[in-house]
Nanobody
């Protein structure tokens, strides 16, 4: 079992930055590829970024590429999402998730955090 706990969300003005963290319990963190998803009010959950087991295989949704950076520290059992140049349309609840395979499909992720709210004001 892996438990995921996100932190770092908050209210920021457009153009600002936030860094989300996702801390994982257990000793098997490095066996999982990790991803960030987000869900805005009235919208479906959306893939944002993923990272492979050792930090490679990075992939981003087009709307955040060049502004967001996903990274992980397996020694700290933590995955991060650095978000720069934030826009009001980035407002959502952000979730981290873990999967044994490399995928962008939310249905393939085995573990999910509780989410952290990110609000970007214009």
């Amino acid at each position: 079992q892996v438990q995921l706990v996100e932190s770092g969300g908050g209210l920021v003005q457009a153009g600002g930055s936030l860094r989300l963290s996702c801390a994982a319990s257990g000793r098997t963190f490095s066996r999982y590829s990790m991803a960030w998803f987000r869900q805005a009010p009235g919208k479906e959950r959306e893939f944002v970024a993923r990272i492979g087991w050792s930090g490679g295989y990075l992939y981003y949704v087009d709307s955040v590429r060049g502004r967001f950076t996903i990274s992980r520290d397996n020694a700290k059992n933590t995955v991060y999402l650095q978000m720069n140049s934030l826009k009001p349309e980035d407002t959502a609840v952000y979730y981290c998730a873990g999967a044994v395979i490399l995928t962008m499909d939310a249905n393939e992720y085995d573990y999910w955090g509780q989410g952290t709210q990110v609000t970007v004001s214009s």
